[in-house]
C-alpha cells in the first residue's frame, strides 16, 4: 500500500492564480480530510469527506473548493490564490470517520503564494 | 467550541532524560484523545490515542492518561533518545454528531534532544 499520497511536493503561484492539489489514498478508507499547518497555529481543518460524493466545509474553508467523486481521490482547488494561503497542506484519510479512528496524513504539500 | 491546549515550545532535553508535554482539552460530552508526532519534512503519524476516561494510551516508551476530571492527557516518557526529536501534537476528536471523525489540533510542541 502507498498509503496517502500527495502531488505536487512543492508549488509557487501568483496571486490570483487556481491550482489544485492533488490527494489519493489507496486504504479504501471512507473519511477524508484536508488540514492546513502554519506556524504557531497548529493543524486547522479545510474540507472533509465522509465518502464518495459528500463534502462539508470545516474551520477554514474560504477560497477553496472540494470535490470527492471516487472513494480514493479527495483534490483540494485553490480558485484565486491569495498570500494568505501560503502554508503546508496536509492531506488524510480514516476508515470510517469516527471519532476513535487513527487518521492518516500524506507527506504534506508545501505552497507558496507570491 | 472544542478546543486543545497544550504547552508552549520549544523543549529541549538531554539524552535518557524525563520528558512530560501537557496538554488540556475543552470539549462537550466525551471525546476521544490523540497524541500525533511529525518527524522532520514528515507528514503527521499517530502516536497513541484514549478514547475513555482513564484510559492510557502508550506506544514506543510513550505514555498518556485521559483524566476527564482536569480535562488533560499529559504526555510523558521516562527516557528520550535523540530519535524522538519532532513536533508533538496533542488532539482531539468527538464521538458523536456532524463533526465526528475531525481533529482538533493544539499548536504543537517541538522537542529537540541532545546526545
Known amino acids: 500500500n502507498a498509503g496517502v499520497t500527495q502531488t505536487p511536493k512543492f508549488q509557487v503561484l501568483k496571486t490570483g492564480q487556481s491550482m489544485t492539489l492533488q490527494c489519493a489514498q489507496d486504504?479504501?478508507?471512507?473519511?477524508m480530510s484536508w488540514y492546513r499547518q502554519d506556524p504557531g497555529m497548529g493543524l486547522r481543518l479545510i474540507h472533509y469527506?465522509?465518502?464518495?460524493?459528500?463534502?462539508d466545509q470545516g474551520e477554514v474553508p474560504n477560497g477553496y473548493n472540494v470535490s470527492r467523486s471516487t472513494t480514493e481521490d479527495f483534490p483540494l482547488r485553490l480558485l484565486s490564490a491569495a498570500p494568505s494561503q501560503t502554508s503546508v497542506y496536509f492531506c488524510?484519510?480514516?476508515?470510517?470517520?469516527?471519532?476513535?479512528?487513527?487518521?492518516?496524513f500524506g507527506p504534506g504539500t508545501r505552497l507558496t503564494v507570491l | 467550541g472544542d478546543s486543545v491546549t497544550q504547552m508552549e515550545g520549544p523543549v529541549t532535553l538531554s539524552e535518557e532524560a524525563f520528558l512530560t508535554i501537557n496538554c488540556t482539552y475543552t470539549?462537550?460530552?466525551?471525546?476521544?484523545l490523540f497524541w500525533y508526532v511529525q518527524y522532520p519534512g514528515e507528514g503527521l503519524q499517530l502516536l497513541l490515542k484514549?478514547?475513555?476516561?482513564?484510559d492510557k494510551g502508550s506506544n514506543k516508551g510513550f505514555e498518556a492518561t485521559y483524566r476527564k476530571e482536569t480535562t488533560s492527557f499529559h504526555l510523558e516518557k521516562g527516557s528520550v533518545q535523540v530519535s524522538d526529536s519532532a513536533v508533538y501534537f496533542c488532539?482531539?476528536?468527538?464521538?458523536?454528531?456532524?463533526?465526528?471523525?475531525?481533529?482538533?489540533f493544539g499548536k504543537g510542541t517541538k522537542l529537540s534532544v541532545k546526545p
Open positions: 486504504m479504501n478508507h471512507e473519511y
Open positions: 469527506s465522509v465518502g464518495a460524493g459528500i463534502t
Open positions: 470539549a462537550t460530552g466525551y471525546p476521544s
Open positions: 484514549a478514547t475513555k476516561a482513564d
Open positions: 488524510a484519510s480514516s476508515p470510517r470517520g469516527t471519532g476513535d479512528d487513527e487518521q492518516f
Open positions: 488532539a482531539l476528536s468527538q464521538n458523536y454528531g456532524g463533526s465526528q471523525g475531525n481533529l482538533i
